[in-house]
């Protein structure tokens, strides 16, 4: 059935077409410009791999640093002689955690939070508990795992 | 994966005789070397993604681009003709002694 | 679409009856040359996307000289379209600058830097050399934007492109010492050249360049377009700017931008090997194009002419060549009254055959 008036008038199409289409355009071209903005490494490792020898003869009740990812890690050689691995990072605002041997606690600056040597919060505003990882040596190598990831190392 | 496992048993097999030693000596050391090559010309850098997967995307995306921009540039026109279509008829000025509504 | 509500919220807000009116009152004249009016835009065009793709792509950059060359190599090779968008930055530099050069030497030989003869459409008699002075000094900043912008790269051409041309500004006389130094930030091309550099590059000339150019447009609404003295009585009508000249200039900007993302895309620039400070520089090494016609010139000059130092009478030469290009509004005397002035027309040629002939021969040697 042919209708004897157009549903739209020239300028409506005209102009729906051209705005439809620079949105189109401006957008694509954006979200590649946005993509190369945002940056590109920024997630979590899944495991990260040390040289055994620097991290097994820390003393007693101490902690020595290490990187995860970009973020601070912290390999424990607690007073009962286990060594344990943890995520250096508050669980409130991310502030990196200190460990203070006289208490055996960790402690945050920021917000005056306390962890006891498990990670549980014992005071401050903290919400969760620290994060431990899991810790495997091969070899020469000490392996730190996200709990529940299996580690394939590259052979190498 | 399968490609060196093959190897590795030719090799195995090739100890048994002593000339084979000799043989495997070299293959290895020149595979060494073929290894190092790439390393050696390290001032050549990527500055293209030499995949042809990627590559492809690429151009597709070149393609895509270049469709966007004819498009735009054929409705600017369209609204070009337009707009002088109105224009040269004359109903875009205003009207030296229209009344006003008072 | 909302755009009447927002159109309504800003008129409750604010007059707009000023901005309307010269809107409607732009008018472009139409004749032979008028195609060369689309130049100033376009060059306006390619540097905002100059703007852009260097603002992004200064999240990743190091500016430090041990580690420069290697953040340009993880750009490109471990970022999103890393490649992509320092081949785009590098495309839209050599277009905008081209295009630059098109649009200054397209107003000296349309002598757009005169006063304007009694045409009755147009609002300003004014003469117009502040529109010439404008642009020769962004002229002299886009080609500093575009040499410090290479030496960022930091590597062997750079580095030895940066030595020769902060020493041949070093051979002017009495003030050459003192714009070497500043220049380089001290007696040689070291790493702190390279901190100085990117100063320049990324906050020093960009304001500079907002400025001015903010200027410069403004100056053009101000005094209109320019007609050429021969065009003057052949200007058969005048089209409105809004929206006949601005959609063609879309047009325009948009084959420019397909042009940029091809060359992008099919001829990425290489990267040299990282400059070492102590090493001799590479064999046969040639500026930035738009430096060959210099480079050229300074090969005329013999080392050593009548016992003077032949680099500094090079310097000085070329340095009175451009003080003069710099200065022909105001020697014209005759454009100034609006009359036709041949002899300025043929300065004005052989300075554009100059500059073409000797970038193609620095080009073919």
């Known amino acids: 059935m042919k209708l004897k008036f157009s549903l739209i008038s020239r300028r409506q199409f005209l102009n729906t077409l051209f705005g439809g289409w620079v949105v189109a355009f401006l957008s694509g071209s954006f979200y590649a410009l ?89 005071e401050g505003p903290p919400p969760k508990p620290l994060e431990f990882f899991e810790l495997t040596q091969e070899g020469e190598k000490l392996i730190v ?5 299996k580690v394939e190392l590259p052979k190498a | 994966m399968f490609k060196s496992t093959t190897i590795h048993k030719k090799m195995l097999n090739c100890l048994c005789c002593p000339y084979a030693y000799i043989k495997t000596l070299i293959f ?29 995307i690429i151009y597709q995306a070149l393609v895509l681009f270049w469709i966007g921009i004819i498009g735009l540039i054929v409705i600017i026109k369209m609204k070009l003709k337009e707009i002088e279509r109105i224009q040269d008829m004359g109903i875009d000025k205003e009207e030296k002694d229209i009344p006003f509504l008072d | 679409m909302s755009c009447q509500r927002l159109k309504n919220w800003i008129e409750d807000r604010y007059d707009l009856d000023g901005l309307r009116g010269f809107a409607k009152h732009k008018l472009i004249p139409v004749h032979r040359y008028e195609v060369l009016y689309y130049t100033g835009g376009l060059a306006m065009f390619l540097f905002i996307i100059q703007f852009i793709t260097g603002m992004v792509l200064s999240f990743y950059y190091i500016p430090y000289f041990e580690q420069a060359h290697k953040s340009i190599i993880e750009i490109v090779t471990k970022l999103n379209m890393g490649w992509f968008f320092r081949s ?43 529109l010439w002075i404008t642009g020769f000094i962004l002229l002299g900043i886009s080609i500093f934007f575009g040499l ?41 091309v070291t790493g702190d050249t390279l901190t100085r550099f990117y100063a320049f590059h990324v906050s020093v000339l960009p304001i500079l360049t907002l400025i001015l150019m903010g200027i410069h447009i403004a100056l053009v609404q101000y005094h209109g377009m320019s007609v050429p003295i021969s065009e003057e009585k052949n200007v058969r009508k ?31 620039p290489e990267i040299g090997k990282k400059a070492d400070t102590l090493a001799a520089p590479p064999e046969n090494i040639k500026p930035e194009w738009y430096f060959l016609f210099l480079f050229q010139t300074l090969k005329l000059f ?50 554009t055959a100059y500059f073409i002939v000797m970038t193609i021969i620095g080009f073919l040697t």
Not at chain 3, 95 to 124: A, M, N, Q
Request: aromatic fraction near 14%; glycine fraction near 10%; include cysteine.
């Open chain 1, 34 to 122: 946005l993509k190369f903005a945002f940056p590109t490494l920024g997630k979590e490792p899944d495991f990260v791999v040390l040289n055994a020898k620097d991290f097994l003869d820390i003393p007693f009740n101490s902690v020595k640093p290490f990187a995860w990812g970009g973020k601070l890690g912290f390999i424990f050689k607690r007073p009962d002689n286990k060594t344990v691995a943890l995520k250096g990072v508050c669980t409130h605002m991310e502030c990196n955690i200190a460990y203070k041997p006289e208490d055996k606690k960790f402690y945050c600056p920021c917000h005056k939070g306390w962890f006891d040597m498990d990670g549980k919060v014992l």
């Open chain 1, 145 to 149: 795992a996200k709990k529940g990831i």
């Open chain 2, 28 to 56: 290895f050391l020149i595979m060494l070397f073929l290894g190092d090559i790439p390393l050696l010309a390290q001032e050549n850098v990527e500055v293209f993604p030499s995949a042809p997967y990627d590559r492809f």
């Open chain 3, 88 to 130: 785009l930055h590098h495309w839209g530099a050599q277009l905008s600058i081209g295009v630059l050069f098109i649009h200054v030497f397209s107003t000296l030989l349309l002598k757009s830097y005169r006063k304007p003869r009694e045409l009755l459409w147009i609002t300003g008699l004014k003469p117009r050399e502040l």
């Open chain 3, 148 to 188: 410090s912008g290479y030496f960022l790269l930091w590597d062997e051409r750079a580095f030895a492109a940066v030595r020769v041309a902060t020493g041949g500004a070093g051979n002017l006389p009495v003030i050459g010492g003192f714009i070497k130094s500043f220049l380089r930030g001290g007696i040689d």
């Open chain 3, 238 to 268: 005048h089209v409105p700017f809004f929206p006949n000249v601005l959609y063609k200039d879309f047009i325009i900007w948009l084959v420019a931008l397909g042009v940029v993302v091809t060359l992008s895309i099919l001829m990425p």
């Open chain 3, 302 to 351: 013999p080392g050593d002419l009548m016992g003077l130092n032949g680099e500094m009478i090079a310097i000085v030469l070329i340095s009175l060549g451009i003080l003069f290009f710099f200065l022909i509004p105001f020697f014209d005397r005759r454009s100034a009254r609006g009359e036709k002035s041949p002899v300025f027309t043929w300065i004005g040629i052989i300075y």
